[in-house]
């Protein structure tokens, strides 16, 4: 089992880690939660925020929510809300009373404590490109997702401190059968990482299975998994207007063990969604909170959280658009709405580039800045995604880190803080018209931390580039990536969790894993 | 002479302009002052910006500022400013007695009045690469500039309607002798284009030609010339703390005669500047302020502007950085500084990075939209500029433009309204759960103008783009670039004009132009 292979050649090498330390590919910032401390950019006034949520009251209580799931809607009957068949409506009284039982803040803690997030406030975390179907890189073009290509990006995760979550599949391993999927993926994502992780909600089966492992791979009891969140899932509705039956049942088997739900809609304004961006947010809104109301109506107090995944389609093609400026302003425009509803938010960091170019990464800095606009709480998608998600690049994934580094920079007060030390007037006086910063004392007490030192931009002159090879970003990036893989070591793991976990595998896919209807 | 002939084949075309108006390049977005809506960043609370300004007053009472031109040290000495040879000390009244004599806002007319900019409130304009020695292209790698890359340059900058000012010259074409060079660019400048034109402040003759030149251009008499802004300047200081004899004269040339100044030092932290950001941007305010002083001194109410130059050296290799944290922080504290002055402000869109490759991108990104949330006035530099502005580049100016173009778009209200229109709420009821946006009227009725429309970013999936020649970005814009030039046809310009701009074209060459020193 490659499985196995790879688990003993890790663990032989865990002694080693802290020795070869001085020898890593680049030197990156450290591990921390970022906090935002930005006023957050508003495009609404607080009428035009009172107007689309009296427009999401609107869709809940006049047109309603199709729960395809008959436990859910059984709850919401019982609950009062009006149901018809699938349909169920819900008057704004009920909806504000159950997300007023959502936290406001809450934490995830992975099996290592210290990558412990905090989800709310003005913390936020990124997450490594999650679910596409194929990976790019420079040397071997577009292919399908495959296992190799997971544990790839899994290291990536696990290496840049700037990741704070390892969400979905960075690829989805189609060379795995879809039935124990899902075993593997986190055998992998639970040894070759130690961050927070993700379960899909697409079947009981899988839930329980990720819910299992993850308390095997933190050496919890049962009651010790179920205290705290150590783990979540994000689901998705089926825009416009429908919650399906796998999303549903996942997250209510997370809610009920106390692990966080993020609901994201995808309501891509022109397809599923009104082509105006406000109704998209509207929409988004209506749906996200349906879904939450269930959660709180039968697990008070569970960890929730919105998502917004609304874009605008390209009138030309009908493809996704992404990190467009109705991007911008719909991220914006639904912080404003979560902060209204007091709950935490998760954005993303998107582009429609097929490769890590310069559109490429002007649309993912749109996407980025947008969410810092917005205080978004958990950044997905926010390194590796290429070609509006259907492309994991390694090149993209180390380009997106120097991004994120640099706003875990922007965010240190050191770069606006207006201390007498900053303002620096005594400097200023002492070098005087006639001479130069870099010998005073003042510049050498700070110069070493004074400024973001970047990994992969060059910020050599054009000939000192050129005589080292002209290479531009992407080739940098290739090279980097390589390199990390080349010294990556897993993280440290008890031995008897490790253990556990690959017994629970052997055992479940012994049993044939979850069910598949293919 | 080449100047000639290029007038004529271009006076000839004139008339095909509007028959071709069909067969353009791109499609592009109609012409407009773009007003930005957002309330500004604002690192600093309202006691930073006190700090810093408190920090300037300081630098200008304490320490002085060195003013090598005897003119303006005899206009300073006379309104009471302590003079000690070269160095001149103002305090804090008088310094904000003169800041308050200058309008917040103010507008530049160019000979096509339709051009019209206006600088301050919300307002935003753009402004083309200006002073790289160098251009670099695809195909002819990095070399000096030249008369017929600044000529390519000047077409890109008329073609393009979110580029607003024609500023300095997009490359130095240094096979001009420096004693003519502004009289060919220039006329280059005044018939390819019919933007706003901005004079180095390079010498009384270079400045005086100028200034005719523009009045010429514009068929206006003296006294209409100095009635209102027709073209401005821009003044860099020597950091730290000198304004040199060529800039002061030049300024105080423009300002006589109602034309606006804009101060921009280059306060690179760490080099000509402290190592921290709010430091380095309090010297930068000293400095600014010392020469509005001056100016609104001599010329009460004259229009002037503050332009910020703050980043950071690169503490590898001293080189500077661009679009760096530190960058996008130091301009938005600028911003909240200038604000208090009350004056317009000059940021720019630049970038450490050799190529337009994803590092060019993702540092503009920054500086430009640190330039958003500075509110800053005017943005220099905003297409075309690599390598800290030693490269120009069509491909990047291409680039950048649909960078430019988004945030046009993203100021547009559209995309933020929320009337009932665009709530949609009959649209979702009609729709429902089960159909489709495309084709409801809600839809119909907008999708032409719902969304950012792009010309150079490609939204197709990997496939139809791999179908197409996998082209990267940086060679579509090449492509754009190349068919923009050929399809160039100059704005029409009146004729009787145009003969009197030639004439003293080559009048003032026959005279020997300006004086070199080499």
């Not at 990124?126 to 420079?138: C, K, Q, T």
């Not at 071997?140 to 495959?146: A, C, F, M, N, V």
């Not at 875990?408 to 005594?426: G, I, K, M, V």
């Not at 090279?479 to 070591?489: G, S, T, V």
Request: hydrophobic share 40%; glycine share 8%; aromatic share 8%.
């Amino acid at each position: 089992m490659t499985d196995d292979q790879g688990r003993k050649r890790r663990a032989g090498g865990r002694a080693g880690m802290k020795a070869r330390a001085g020898s890593a590919a680049i030197e990156q910032m450290p591990w921390r939660i970022p906090l935002n401390p930005d006023r957050p950019t508003e495009p609404l006034d607080a009428e035009g925020v009172q107007r689309v949520h009296k427009a999401a009251m609107r869709i809940l209580s006049e047109i309603g929510i199709e729960f395809l799931n008959p436990d859910a809607v059984a709850h919401l009957k019982k609950a009062g809300c009006i149901v018809n068949g699938t349909n169920v409506r819900m008057d704004e009284d009920f909806v504000m009373e159950m997300v007023g039982r959502a936290p406001e803040t809450f934490t995830i803690t992975p099996r290592n404590p210290d990558h412990e997030i905090i989800m709310g406030g003005k913390h936020m975390v990124f997450v490594n490109v999650s679910s596409p179907p194929n990976a790019w890189d420079m040397e071997r073009g577009k292919r399908s997702g495959d296992f190799e290509t997971f544990k790839e990006f899994m290291k990536l995760t696990q290496y840049f401190n700037c990741i704070h979550v390892a969400g979905g599949y960075p690829v989805e391993p189609v060379d795995i059968h879809a039935s124990v999927r899902h075993l593997d993926c986190l055998h992998e994502k639970l040894t070759l990482t130690d961050k927070v992780v993700h379960a899909y909600s697409l079947g009981a089966e899988r839930v329980e299975d990720v819910m299992e492992m993850v308390r095997i791979a933190g050496g919890l009891s049962h009651s010790e998994f179920d205290a705290r969140p150590r783990m979540y899932t994000n689901i998705n509705s089926v825009s416009p207007l429908k919650h399906d039956f796998p999303m549903l049942d996942g997250a209510m088997r997370l809610a009920k063990r106390g692990q966080p739900v993020v609901v994201t809609p995808f309501t891509l304004a022109g397809a599923m969604a009104p082509v105006t961006m406000a109704g998209a947010v509207a929409l988004s809104i209506a749906e996200a909170l349906a879904a939450i109301v269930l959660l709180q109506y039968i697990a008070p107090g569970c960890p929730v959280a919105i998502g917004t995944f609304t874009s605008n389609v390209d009138m030309k093609s009908g493809a996704p658009a992404f990190g467009t400026p109705e991007y911008m302003r719909a991220t914006q425009m639904t912080g404003q709405l979560v902060r209204f509803y007091g709950l935490p938010m998760r954005a993303s960091g998107v582009c429609a580039a097929n490769v890590p170019d310069g559109q490429a990464m002007w649309e993912t800095s749109n996407s980025l800045w947008s969410a810092v606009q917005s205080r978004t709480n958990m950044v997905y998608h926010a390194a590796g995604w290429l070609e509006g998600g259907l492309i994991a690049s390694p090149e993209k994934f180390i380009m997106d880190c120097e991004v994120l580094q640099m706003i875990q920079r922007y965010f240190e007060e050191a770069t606006f803080a207006s201390t007498d030390d900053d303002l620096a007037f005594d400097a200023i006086r002492d070098v005087g018209p006639n001479g130069h910063y870099f010998g005073v004392q003042h510049t050498q007490d700070r110069y070493q931390t004074a400024f973001y030192a970047p990994f992969v931009s060059d910020w050599r002159n054009y000939e000192a580039w050129q005589a080292d090879g002209s290479v531009w970003t992407v080739e940098r990036a290739h090279r980097i990536y390589k390199q990390i893989l080349a010294e990556f070591e897993a993280p440290a793991m008890d031995d008897v969790a490790r253990e556990e976990l690959t017994r629970f595998v052997a055992r479940r896919k012994q049993e044939g894993g979850a069910p598949t209807d293919f």
